[in-house]
């Protein structure tokens, strides 16, 4: 039974005294709770549709004497925004199929029905009529997120690259209007020197392209300028579509302070490695150079005085502060690279594998850079990168060749350092090599990124991507 405390409100649209009486019986068997209104023409059941708007259920006859048909049903539910159930003489299959594709709850047949039949039918009706509301307020909330969000966002079908939809936030920041917009495919969104690449993933079988994806990609207004976004994506049924939503935030500016900020620290940077470099040479070199020398020519004259074992230890001190000269020049010399900044950075890798050339380690460096000269902050990074890493290798390796590859591609630099030593793993990285850690930072501070392949045994290869800024 409906012990609800708002009454079941149903309006019985017939002009046959007898069914308006026994579907109101009906009704009363089963619903405790109801309120009920009867019109015997369109005419009448319009007026108190339109007065009154909180009716659950109309129980429609398809004959009045002012309407019938088709024309009846489209009318009623043209006016009335609750639950229609036809109650008809009429059994036409084809008829019922028609009224129901226009939106109608049910066609009941008057012979057949019962108590029981006629309370299921108008209780699935008011359900399926909450069901629906609820489905479409959900709906109306998503189009509200979705066009009022303050974040660019858009929808392309996956299997076309066709832009479904966007937001007015996403129409401001491209300069596009939504009949512009919509229809174009993602890579016209792209610099035209990025175009191939994109149009490459385009030709895959859909069940190859990546999955949902986020990253910082670069874009082309409408106007022709070029803007860089952050990009996440998720895939989503748009209208029973496959497609994928993008939410894409313009960081140009914040691009451009970041790397500001960047050059204005390479530029401290580089004045404090300057003056740290000059004090080196200038100050602790000539120190440890004079006592060299003073030592050096003190012993010329005491040298027929010392015993065997006072020789052995004036000589172990000379090569001592002979190594400490040449350890303090060649730090001075590493906290100011003079190659990078003359020559560029193939010059310091050749560089620092020519200081090693000694070692029993066998260097192959191929550099395939499109370009002799990069922005100098990336040089001194990628320098930085290949001296530790190399360094690392003739400690720690035992490895007797090391590859060494400088290479550009689709805007990404990339250096890839590989040996065949005993390698090591790189969970430890952080705990035990303190100086991989550190240049994983700086490599991240322009967006780039190092990736560790390393095996007990198998040797190791080291891979960074570092984005090209130009």
Same mark, same amino acid.
């Given at each position: 039974?409906?012990?609800?405390?708002?009454?079941?409100?149903?309006?019985?649209?017939?002009?046959?005294?007898?069914?308006?009486?026994?579907?109101? $019986?009906? =009704? $009363?068997?089963?619903?405790?709770?109801?309120?009920? !209104?009867?019109?015997?023409?369109?005419?009448?059941?319009?007026?108190?549709?339109?007065?009154?708007?909180?009716?659950?259920?109309?129980?429609?006859?398809?004959?009045?004497?002012?309407?019938?048909?088709?024309?009846? %049903?489209?009318?009623? *539910?043209?006016?009335?925004?609750?639950?229609?159930?036809?109650?008809?003489?009429?059994?036409? =299959?084809?008829?019922?199929?028609?009224?129901?594709?226009? +939106? %109608?709850? !049910?066609?009941?047949?008057?012979?057949?029905?019962?108590?029981?039949? =006629?309370?299921?039918?108008?209780?699935?009706?008011?359900?399926?009529?909450?069901? /629906?509301?609820?489905?479409?307020?959900?709906?109306?909330?998503?189009?509200?997120?979705?066009?009022?969000?303050?974040?660019?966002?858009?929808?392309?079908?996956?299997?076309?690259? &066709?832009?479904?939809?966007?937001?007015?936030?996403?129409?401001?920041?491209?300069?596009?209007?939504?009949?512009?917009?919509? +229809?174009?495919?993602?890579?016209?969104?792209?610099?035209?020197?990025?175009?191939?690449?994109?149009?490459?993933?385009?030709?895959?079988?859909?069940?190859?392209?990546?999955?949902?994806?986020?990253?910082?990609?670069?874009?082309? &207004?409408?106007?022709?300028?070029?803007?860089?976004?952050?990009?996440?994506?998720?895939?989503?049924?748009?209208?029973?579509?496959?497609?994928?939503?993008?939410?894409?935030?313009?960081?140009?500016?914040?691009?451009?302070?970041?790397?500001?900020?960047?050059?204005?620290?390479?530029? %401290?940077?580089?004045?404090?490695?300057?003056?740290?470099?000059?004090? =080196?040479?200038? +100050?602790?070199?000539?120190?440890?150079?004079?006592?060299?020398?003073?030592?050096?020519?003190? +012993?010329?004259?005491?040298?027929?005085?010392?015993?065997?074992?006072?020789?052995?230890?004036?000589?172990?001190?000379?090569?001592?502060?002979?190594?400490?000269?040449?350890?303090?020049?060649?730090?001075?010399?590493?906290?100011?690279?003079?190659?990078?900044?003359?020559?560029?950075?193939?010059?310091? /890798?050749?560089?620092?594998?020519?200081?090693?050339?000694?070692?029993?380690?066998?260097?192959?460096?191929?550099? !395939? *850079?499109?370009?002799?000269?990069?922005?100098?902050?990336?040089?001194?990074? *990628?320098?930085?990168?290949?001296?530790? /890493?190399?360094?690392?290798?003739?400690?720690?390796?035992?490895?007797?060749?090391?590859?060494?590859?400088?290479?550009?591609?689709?805007?990404?630099?990339?250096?890839?350092?590989?040996?065949?030593?005993?390698?090591?793993?790189?969970?430890?990285?952080?705990?035990?090599?303190?100086?991989?850690?550190?240049?994983?930072?700086?490599?991240?501070?322009?967006?780039?990124?190092?990736?560790?392949?390393?095996?007990?045994? &198998?040797?190791?290869? /080291?891979?960074?991507?570092?984005?090209?800024?130009?």
């Amino acid at each position: 039974m409906n012990n609800t405390i708002k009454p079941t409100r149903v309006l019985i649209v017939e002009d046959n005294v007898g069914d308006i009486f026994l579907v109101e $019986k009906f =009704l $009363k068997k089963r619903f405790d709770n109801l309120s009920v !209104d009867i019109a015997n023409t369109f005419k009448k059941a319009k007026t108190q549709i339109l007065a009154c708007s909180d009716y659950d259920v109309i129980l429609l006859d398809l004959k009045l004497p002012d309407l019938s048909g088709h024309k009846l %049903v489209d009318e009623v *539910l043209d006016i009335c925004n609750c639950s229609v159930i036809i109650l008809t003489g009429y059994s036409d =299959l084809k008829v019922a199929k028609e009224v129901l594709a226009k +939106g %109608v709850a !049910d066609f009941l047949i008057k012979d057949e029905i019962s108590p029981e039949a =006629l309370h299921k039918s108008v209780l699935y009706a008011i359900e399926r009529k909450r069901f /629906i509301d609820d489905l479409r307020a959900t709906k109306e909330n998503y189009r509200n997120l979705f066009h009022l969000s303050p974040q660019p966002k858009w929808i392309y079908e996956l299997s076309t690259f &066709k832009i479904l939809d966007a937001n007015t936030a996403a129409l401001k920041q491209y300069g596009y209007s939504f009949e512009e917009f919509i +229809g174009k495919q993602i890579h016209e969104l792209r610099p035209p020197e990025h175009i191939p690449t994109l149009q490459k993933v385009i030709k895959r079988p859909l069940s190859e392209r990546q999955t949902p994806y986020n990253g910082t990609f670069v874009h082309r &207004k409408k106007d022709g300028q070029i803007i860089t976004v952050d990009i996440y994506s998720r895939d989503i049924l748009f209208q029973n579509i496959p497609s994928r939503m993008i939410v894409a935030i313009d960081i140009s500016e914040r691009k451009r302070l970041q790397e500001e900020l960047q050059l204005t620290s390479y530029n %401290v940077e580089k004045r404090e490695r300057e003056r740290m470099a000059t004090s =080196l040479h200038n +100050g602790l070199q000539q120190m440890l150079l004079a006592s060299f020398m003073s030592i050096e020519a003190l +012993g010329k004259e005491v040298e027929k005085k010392l015993d065997s074992r006072s020789k052995s230890s004036y000589e172990k001190g000379l090569s001592l502060l002979q190594e400490a000269i040449e350890t303090t020049r060649r730090i001075a010399h590493e906290i100011t690279p003079f190659e990078i900044e003359e020559k560029g950075l193939t010059a310091g /890798i050749e560089t620092i594998l020519e200081r090693h050339s000694q070692s029993n380690l066998t260097f192959n460096f191929i550099n !395939d *850079l499109k370009s002799s000269r990069l922005p100098t902050n990336l040089e001194i990074i *990628l320098f930085r990168t290949t001296q530790e /890493i190399i360094n690392n290798i003739i400690k720690h390796a035992k490895a007797s060749t090391a590859d060494i590859t400088l290479t550009e591609k689709d805007k990404e630099l990339m250096l890839d350092i590989s040996d065949n030593g005993v390698g090591f793993d790189p969970s430890l990285v952080g705990k035990k090599h303190l100086g991989l850690k550190a240049l994983n930072s700086s490599i991240d501070s322009v967006n780039g990124h190092l990736h560790i392949d390393s095996q007990l045994g &198998k040797g190791t290869k /080291i891979e960074v991507r570092i984005p090209v800024p130009y």
